[in-house]
């Protein structure tokens, strides 16, 4: 409907940036002497999934956290429905 | 005069420079993408657990990815190690491809990019 479409870019840069903040020796694929295909493969894709698993991420901690906020007949999703939603996916954790 | 005097002082000399802070995704996107899933109302102070929980996530995620990486012997993430990352998380199974999950969650460009492109890797990259 009227609603705004949600903006779909990948921050990749931002990505890049907090993964080197946590693992500064740790490297997402970049050779930039390699040919166009090959680089977009190596240096480009890797952050593409990273967005694709942040994206799936949150929305496991979004249906989790409808789920906890109808459990408590909520019609609105606070904080605590979140922080319950947070701790049944526990970050993704196995 | 009159008209010089009331000329605005530029805004940018007079502001403190943005302190340097640790890297996060940007408020504004963890909140549209969200309450796009949530699809229906959220609170305000909801979206700073939401924060909070993505920067576990991103830590969760780094440490996972080194483990992947160091596992194989090497210092550089690679495609493979997000597959088979999100194969762990149960988010890629035998029913649900990861293209699957490409077409659904990402947008048309990157699509583009994504399927066929790795499609033809899987011929460079043996490795693969």
């Given at each position: 409907g009227r609603r705004r479409r949600m903006k779909r870019t990948a921050p990749r840069s931002t990505l890049r940036k907090i993964i080197k903040q946590h693992?500064?020796?740790?490297?997402?694929?970049?050779?930039a002497d390699l040919l166009y295909e090959s680089f977009l493969i190596f240096y480009f894709f890797p952050l593409l999934k990273v967005h694709l698993n942040f994206l799936l991420f949150l929305h496991r901690l979004a249906e989790e956290a409808r789920t906890s906020a109808f459990e408590n007949k909520s019609k609105?999703?606070?904080?605590?429905?979140?922080?319950?939603?947070?701790?049944?996916?526990?970050?993704?954790k196995y | 005069?009159?008209?010089?005097?009331?000329?605005?002082?530029?805004?940018?000399?007079?502001?403190?420079r943005r302190k340097k802070s640790e890297p996060h995704?940007?408020?504004?996107?963890?909140?549209?993408?969200f309450s796009h899933y949530a699809r229906m109302p959220v609170t305000r102070d909801t979206f700073k657990i939401v924060e909070k929980c993505s920067q576990r996530y991103f830590k969760q995620?780094?440490?996972?990815?080194?483990?992947?990486?160091?596992?194989?012997?090497?210092?550089?993430?690679?495609?493979a190690d997000l597959e088979l990352l999100m194969r762990r998380?149960?988010?890629?199974?035998?029913?649900?491809p990861l293209h699957v999950l490409i077409e659904?969650?990402?947008?048309?460009?990157?699509?583009?990019?994504?399927?066929?492109?790795?499609?033809?890797?899987?011929?460079?990259?043996?490795?693969?």
């Open positions: 693992k500064p020796a740790l490297r997402l694929a970049a050779n609105i999703i606070k904080p605590e429905h979140t922080i319950a939603a947070a701790k049944v996916i526990k970050h993704f | 005069t009159q008209l010089l005097r009331a000329k605005p002082v530029p805004k940018r000399l007079g502001a403190p995704i940007a408020s504004g996107l963890i909140k549209m993408i995620l780094s440490d996972d990815l080194e483990a992947y990486s160091s596992h194989a012997r090497r210092k550089t993430v690679e495609m998380q149960g988010l890629v199974t035998d029913k649900m659904r969650y990402l947008p048309l460009e990157y699509r583009k990019l994504l399927i066929p492109v790795a499609m033809s890797g899987n011929k460079v990259f043996p490795c693969e």
